[in-house]
């Protein structure tokens, strides 16, 4: 997920809420999940500005290998957290 194309997301999902009349507000929650790639946290930044509520970083592995290889990016979001 890249901001250019949540932000595009966000409008569409906004005209839609508009065509009937209403508007997205504080009981609509956004979640993105993240892909399997090296989390470019620059547009994360970006991304909580245009008001995601949660994030999930999604693992292809649960094997502590793999873990170990993105244990860069889960120590930076969980810094991102604190």
């Given at each position: 997920m890249t901001t250019?194309?949540?932000r595009g997301m966000l409008?569409?999902?906004d005209m839609a809420f508009e065509?009937?009349?209403?508007k997205r507000d504080s009981s609509f929650e956004i979640i993105v999940s993240l892909s399997n790639q090296t989390i470019n946290f620059d547009e994360l930044?970006?991304?909580?500005?245009?008001?995601?509520?949660r994030l999930i970083p999604a693992f292809e592995s649960q094997?502590?290998?793999?873990l170990n290889k993105r244990?860069?990016?889960i120590e930076k979001l969980a810094a991102l957290i604190k």
């Open positions: 250019k194309r949540l409008n569409k999902l065509n009937e009349g209403k930044e970006e991304m909580m500005e245009l008001g995601i509520h094997k502590p290998t793999y244990k860069h990016d």
